[in-house]
């Protein structure tokens, strides 16, 4: 029985099983790590979009960020001028630039 072990074929079976076991963990990380990426980018790219249109247009909005609770470390940053929007649950809040940057710091904190 120790000829097995020795055995060419069964060698070459055992290292396949495990580069095939070594691939498929590698790509359930690059699956989920592309996933997290695009998660973070679509709201970055949907910001600048939307502060691209209302630098565009003029079309300034007031800004409705919740200062005391969303970035309380960074009190009294709010200029008042809407240059985005932020989904918070079911609802598009707008926010202008420091507010959001504000909030953003305070999220990476987290």
Known sequence: MSGNADDPARQFTAAWGAAAAALGELAQRVTAATTEALG????????AIEAGRAALTGDWRDCRCRCGQAHPDDAGVCDGKAVMTRRLG????????????AQGVAEMAR
């Open 90 to 101: 079911d609802v598009e809040v707008p926010l202008c630039a420091p507010c959001a940057v």
């Open 40 to 47: 973070k980018l679509d709201p970055a790219l949907r910001a």
